[in-house]
């Protein structure tokens, strides 16, 4: 089985089509997955590539572990998975122990009787066989997704929003200008502490407009008011 190549852009877009479609196809590990190269697996899962180069999970028996493109090729029909196990040890055995000597006393008056022979048992130990390994490549940590937090400003108002990768973690909400610009002082570039100061100083020139406006109408409305208790 042919597994030097890997994965080419079409090939990898067949996996995405085929996996939309509810199939799982398989692969073949080729050389650079290490031990298991030439064993067979089932795509399951095309993730971002732009987060992770490993972004093809493949399962491999109980494991679904991710793998570039280059670790895999297209299996032939017809492939199935072949594991590669270690043959087992063979058994030792111990060797059988040595009966002891026979001993005879003789005496010229009085005969001694014969000893008898100690019975030996012969015993034969056997090592039980080593679990067979199975070799699979170790599972690579998968990179987290990129963190983004945006900071921004419209129609008077400053808002912040977070996302990670394609999934928003939250939706921009309000936050005071205060609030802004504590955010922004993290912010060591040249420019948009200048910025930010140009905004709130045009903020704080509106408000005093308004603020003046507003006095001059209560000043108004309150001498009006005085008017009409002098007239009762």
């Known amino acids: 089985m042919d597994a030097g190549q890997g994965l080419s852009t079409d ?28 064993q067979v697996g089932q795509v399951v899962e095309l993730t971002d590539p732009e987060v992770s180069d490993e972004f093809v999970v493949v ?17 032939p029909k017809g492939a199935g998975r072949r594991v590669v196990e270690p043959k087992p040890e063979p058994p030792v055995q111990e060797p059988p ?18 000893r008898e022979e100690p019975k030996v048992e012969h015993v034969d130990q056997q090592v039980e066989k080593a679990p067979a390994r199975r070799v699979a490549k170790a599972a690579k940590p998968k990179s987290p997704a990129g963190l983004t937090v945006t900071l921004a400003y419209a129609d008077g108002e400053w808002t912040v929003a977070a996302q ?24 060591d570039v040249p420019g948009v502490q200048e910025a930010v100061e140009q905004i709130l100083g045009t ?6 407009q308004q603020a003046e406006k ?12 005085a008017e009409l208790r002098e007239a009762r």
Request: charged content about 30%; aromatic content about 4%; overall charge neutral.
């Open 164 to 187: 990670q990768g394609s999934k928003a973690l939250a939706k921009p909400y309000v936050v005071k200008p205060a609030e802004a610009l504590k955010m922004v002082a993290l912010v």
């Open 11 to 38: 090939e990898v877009q067949s996996l995405r089509e085929a996996l939309a479609a509810g199939r799982k196809p398989r692969v073949v590990f080729t050389a650079s997955a290490g031990q298991i190269a030439g």
């Open 203 to 208: 903020e704080r020139a509106e408000a005093e």
């Open 97 to 114: 122990a040595v009966a002891e000597p026979e001993f005879v006393l003789d005496t010229p008056r009085v005969p001694t009787p014969r």
């Open 59 to 75: 399962r491999f028996g109980r494991d679904e572990l991710p793998f570039s493109p280059a670790d895999l090729a297209v299996a």
């Open 214 to 225: 507003l006095r001059a109408e209560l000043a108004e409305i309150e001498a009006r008011l």
